[in-house]
């Protein structure tokens, strides 16, 4: 998308802890810093346990009830969404900022029909009466690709297949034309041809209603021509933001360097003979016991002795690429 946009989010410092038992302390996200203009697509990539997920519940403040934010602002047009009041949050979800959750089936109420989940999101933002509700809900069932609405409007969860409860859970997502859409993992538990389907639908909907987009995954090759921008996580923090194509083409750090080159590698089919997979060596660290150098540093086939030593600090090697790695300077 072409010319400057205004900032709609922006995250700044931001730092989440889960406390459990005695010394069960998990730093979940530490110093996490990152926009999202107007209409931009933004990808979030990292492995599972990186910290995507608590991102996205803290940027709608629905943490869990052992879950603090200890520091850190998250602007919503310029208010900050850490001070904001409960109605005021409330006002927010779904109208300002939605969130399509990473496993539907579990979302979606099981004794509810389609028609009455999607159409309370309506209920609790938008004067609308009974007749309204319902006619706008099965303009939403068309909008998300369902060619018998009345049907689907009707049908209950378990009625539905993966890929139908998905687009019921973007349904509710846009009812009220929200400017953030935050998707979790969205196309995690589906085959190629779904989500293909649902990219084509999300990159739709920015492109009807300027919807911005906030796509969380593990799989690079998901935001290959639809993510703007992407942000890569480990171990609760960002270490490297770039365009998408310059994330995917030419990665900077080891960390993203290591996940392109494990997504686009490839293995010979119809040969008998056995073929490493490339991985990432090692695993990663222990969220209760964070090291205080480079938190890569134990699996980075490039690492220094200063990684051990401190977190590396911010550097831009080439303008807009942001990279905390030590191999970009000192």
Do not use: W
């Amino acid at each position: 998308m072409d010319g400057p946009r205004e900032y709609f989010v922006q995250v700044r410092d931001l730092a989440v802890t889960y406390y459990g038992g005695p010394g069960d302390v998990i730093r979940a996200l530490d110093g996490v810093s990152i926009d999202v203009r107007a209409g931009e697509i933004v990808g979030i990539l990292g492995e599972s346990g990186c910290g995507k997920s608590t991102l996205a519940s803290a940027l709608l403040r629905l943490l869990a009830p052992h879950a603090r934010c200890e520091r850190g602002t998250i602007l919503v047009r310029g208010r900050d969404l850490l001070n904001l009041s409960q109605p005021e949050l409330r006002y927010i979800r779904g109208r300002e900022i939605s969130l399509i959750p990473q496993d539907p089936a579990l979302a979606l109420n099981p004794v509810m029909t389609v028609g009455s989940q999607v159409g309370e999101v309506l209920c609790a933002h938008l004067p609308l009466n009974a007749r309204q509700r319902r006619t706008r809900v099965m303009e939403l069932l068309q909008e998300v690709g369902f060619d018998l609405p009345q049907e689907i409007y009707s049908a209950y969860p378990h009625q539905l297949s993966g890929g139908q409860r998905q687009r019921i859970a973007f349904a509710q997502a846009v009812a009220c034309r929200p400017a953030l859409l935050i998707a979790d993992e969205p196309t995690s538990k589906l085959d190629a041809t779904l989500q293909a389907e649902i990219i084509a639908l999300l990159s739709q909907i920015r492109q009807q209603h300027g919807t911005a987009i906030l796509v969380i995954s593990h799989d690079p090759a998901l935001f290959a021509g639809f993510a703007d921008r992407i942000a890569v996580m480990y171990a609760g923090r960002i270490v490297e933001v770039g365009a998408s194509a310059e994330i995917l083409g030419r990665p900077l750090h080891p960390y993203t360097q290591g996940l392109v080159r494990i997504a686009t590698s490839s293995v010979v089919t119809g040969s008998s003979a056995r073929v490493r997979l490339p991985a990432i060596e090692g695993e990663s660290p222990d969220p209760t016991c964070i090291p205080i150098g480079c938190r890569f540093e134990p699996r980075c086939s490039e690492r220094m002795e200063v990684c051990s030593c401190r977190y590396p600090p911010e550097f831009i090697p080439e303008p807009s690429r942001p990279v905390n790695c030590f191999k970009y300077g000192e």
